[in-house]
């Protein structure tokens, strides 16, 4: 809805009456407004007119509240032409917000003696504008108080119900406190300062009097953004705060006895009480003098939770002969805060030196590591509590001429006696011996005499290792090899042990690290170990050993010769017979090469025939071309007694000559073959082609024997087609193909022995050939 002010409004016709309505208002407090309303009414045309018997009465409503005004009376007032005519009336009505639109009822009704419709209108369409609310003052905190009320630092100070004013928001709180000394006449207010919030309630720590024992008391008042005019009163703290007042002092400190050397002190007191809190506990410290008059400054010793009036507590005091302490004692209250200091008496240390070991000694006279070093009978001195244990050492080479003293270690420990793991000296065959003294807590000039150890205790001294320590044999083909030592002698104790390693080498040269083979326990100096030696064939071994005493001291190592396990030689290697070779020579040549012995000794050829006995190069030297012990490689020729024509097997092999470890077995069969000649006889047998073809088949059978391929022949010879005059040129050309065969035998090996004797060839002459020429080469082909 439209605000009334200036609104014109129509009424009635004949005459109509039009209404302008304007007003002022104003605010008497929050509660209400006031409006003043101005009313002009006129008459619609110049000729128009309202005379007496009719009257207007006008009523202004707003928000519940009315007033009236008369536009016209019913006698002696006639309204003529369209002059305004002027009313004024004013409402005042109920408004509790401000810049608010009220609602407004315009009335106007006919109440003459004469009936009138003219002027008269009841209109509510329109409102009014309310002013603004009044600014009013902060509302001070309903609630204040202090908390604790008796303190020694800050406190804290607290309020709430306060209030902002009406267009006076809360801005701040203003603090002031006044101090008392008895809490009932109090001084001046004075200002401590402001608290910006804008909370209806808060707090803030503030101090206590800063005089013990006096009060304080506090005011707050609100603070608005409206400025001073509109803050609040002040509202005083109900309660106040004391300032806490010191404890007192015992009245009474004594400490006992007045003199002392290890004696406990008794520190006992009496008569302390607290001021406006209880005793909590005491601080307790000590200061010295070497005078009773000039003294150190308070060292603290303890800090008591303890709430009776009295007690008694038992310092920790010097040592140091001629030493005077003081004790004093502060009561503390439950605010921490100290009385002042009550010192006790004096009391005087009186010390005496601590007493030496009566007893020292070492566990062992003879020893390789530690050995015990133990004391006893040591003596605490008066006031000087035993602390610890300081101990020397001295060596000497005959356990008559000493060195100096030198610092071993300190012992720390109160016992009156003790023991300390002590090494001997590092020379061996040195001896030492150690001295104690007792130290105590009065310090070193109170320290005891040293006492000596009764007794010393030697190195050890080596065993030395033995001067011969032999393996065999060299070369082994069994399992065990024989380890021999003697000439060991024990150092400063017996011989407990030996310790026996080995090592393993390939080639001789390159050895393992060595292990651990075995412990033999004896005391003699000398001895022998059969040992599980290796069996890989060709392995070298070689043993060291060392000599253990009772103190578990070891000599130095011995090493032994090199054994080697036995490699038998190579397999020989056979030129002829070849296998299934076949032979007209019943003494038939067997042609061999030794093979190699890996361990470098001599070989020697072992022959057998068929199953018969065997027979080798030493023990049957006439068999064998080269005989005896032969080398690597080396070759030689065996011939077999005569054979029977058939077949026949050989087997060789070679042995080593120590151990007579064997090679493999070669084999190889043969076969002794009949003559396959026809006898010829000069001048009567005539040579024809099938005894030409024979020898041909019988060369090639010899040079097959000795791994010789076979001849070729130049011509094929034929019954009826070879001519006469070719024959000397076969006979030639079997010939050449046997003297290969004989160079094979002849240069097989340096000796001459079974060697084919050397040969002239018979002249062949023209033609067939003779009788002889023909059983010269028979007689050649039986002998290869």
């Known amino acids: 809805m439209a605000d009334i002010y200036g609104v014109t409004l129509q009424a009635g016709s004949s005459p109509t009456v039009y209404y302008t309505i304007t007003y002022s208002k104003s605010r008497p407090n929050n509660s209400q407004m006031t409006y003043n309303f101005t009313i002009s009414a006129a008459l619609g045309s110049s000729g128009s ?27 002696g007032d006639d309204w003529d032409g369209t002059t305004p005519r002027l009313r004024y009336v004013s409402v005042t009505c109920a408004s509790t917000t401000g810049n608010t639109a009220q609602g407004v009822r315009f009335q106007v009704v006919s109440d003459g003696r004469l009936p009138l419709s003219s002027g008269v209108i009841d209109n509510s369409s329109y409102t009014v504008l309310s002013s603004a609310l009044l600014t009013t003052a902060c509302g001070a905190p309903t609630s204040c108080s202090v908390s604790p009320i008796l303190a020694e630092g800050t406190v804290s100070l607290s309020w709430s119900g306060a209030s902002g004013g009406i267009n006076n928001a809360i801005s701040s709180y203003e603090i002031q406190y006044s101090d008392s000394t008895d809490n009932l006449t109090w001084g001046a207010w004075t200002a ?7 909370a209806t309630s808060g707090s803030v720590s503030v101090d206590p009097p800063s005089t013990r024992g006096n009060y304080r008391r506090f005011q707050v008042r609100t603070r608005g953004t409206a400025g001073a005019s509109y803050y609040s009163g002040w509202k005083v703290s109900t309660n106040s705060v004391r300032r806490n007042t010191a404890p007192s002092p015992a009245a009474s400190v004594v400490a006992s006895p007045a003199a002392y050397s290890n004696e406990t002190i008794t520190l006992t007191w009496s008569g302390a009480s607290g001021g406006t809190s209880p005793v909590k506990g005491y601080q307790i410290a000590s200061r010295t003098s070497l005078d009773n008059s000039s003294w150190s400054a308070w060292n603290v010793l303890a800090i008591l ?39 006790s008496n004096s009391v005087y240390c009186d010390v005496t030196a601590c007493g030496a070991p009566t007893v020292c000694s070492v566990s062992a006279a003879l020893a390789e590591g530690n050995v015990t070093l133990s004391w006893s009978g040591a003596t605490n001195g008066a006031g000087n509590a035993i602390t610890s244990y300081e101990i020397q050492y001295s060596d000497s080479p005959d356990n008559s001429s000493w060195g100096d003293w030198m610092a071993l270690t300190t012992v720390s420990t ?36 040293w006492t000596v150890s009764s007794n010393t205790v030697r190195r050890n001294t080596l065993p030395t290792p033995p001067t011969s320590f032999t393996a065999a044999p060299a070369i082994y083909e069994g399992v065990v090899v024989t380890l021999a030592w003697s000439g060991a002698a024990p150092g400063t104790s017996t011989i407990k042990q030996y310790v026996i390693q080995r090592s393993i080498s390939t080639d001789g040269t390159n050895w393992s690290a060595y292990e651990a083979l075995t412990i033999v326990v004896s005391s003699s100096t000398s001895g022998m170990y059969s040992a599980n030696a290796s069996q890989i064939a060709g392995t070298y071994t070689r043993y060291r050993i060392s000599v253990t005493d009772t103190l578990d001291a070891v000599s130095a190592y011995v090493i032994s010769g090199t054994v080697k396990k036995n490699s038998p030689p190579s397999a020989p290697v056979i030129v002829c017979p070849p296998s299934g070779g076949s032979s007209y020579n019943t003494t038939p040549r067997f042609m061999i090469t030794t093979g190699v012995e890996p361990d470098g000794q001599s070989q020697i050829v072992e022959v057998r025939i068929d199953t018969g006995a065997w027979i080798n190069s030493v023990d049957n030297p006439e068999r064998f071309s080269t005989s005896g012990y032969l080398g690597n490689g080396v070759k030689t020729v065996s011939q077999a007694e005569t ?22 077995e070669v084999v190889r069969t043969f076969t002794i073959l009949t003559t396959p000649f026809e006898t010829i006889t000069a001048n009567e047998t005539h040579v024809k082609v099938a005894h030409i073809q024979t020898l041909r088949t019988a060369v090639n059978m010899v040079r097959s024997y000795y791994g010789l391929s076979p001849a070729t022949w130049s011509e094929e010879i034929a019954v009826g087609k070879t001519t006469v005059k070719n024959w000397p040129f076969h006979i030639t050309e079997l010939r050449k193909a046997i003297e290969p065969v004989i160079t094979a035998v002849n240069g097989f090996d340096s000796s001459s022995s079974f060697d084919i004797p050397p040969l002239t060839w018979l002249s062949i ?9 023909m059983q010269q080469i028979h007689n050649l082909i039986l002998t290869l």
Request: hydrophobic share 35%; proline share 4%.
């Open 305 to 343: 939770i303890l709430s009776a009036s009295g007690g008694s507590y038992n310092p920790v005091v010097s040592s140091t002969p001629g030493t005077y302490t003081q004790f004093g004692i502060w009561t503390i209250d439950t605010f921490d805060v100290y009385s002042v200091e009550k010192i």
């Open 643 to 664: 054979l029977a024509a058939g077949s026949h097997s050989i087997t060789i092999r070679c042995l080593d000559s120590d151990i007579e470890s064997a090679s493999p």
């Open 765 to 773: 002459g023209a033609g067939r050939p003779k009788a002889d020429v």
């Open 49 to 75: 007119y309202i005379h007496s018997g009719y009257a207007l009465l006008c009523t202004m409503t707003v928000n519940g509240s009315s007033a009236q005004v008369r536009i016209k009376a019913a006698d």
């Open 192 to 198: 401590l300062t402001t608290v910006t919030t804008t």
């Open 414 to 449: 109160s016992a009156t006696n003790g023991s300390l793991s002590v090494g001997p000296p590092a020379m061996r065959g040195n001896y030492r011996r150690f001295r104690i003294r007792t130290r105590g807590a009065a310090g070193e000039s109170f320290y005891s005499d």
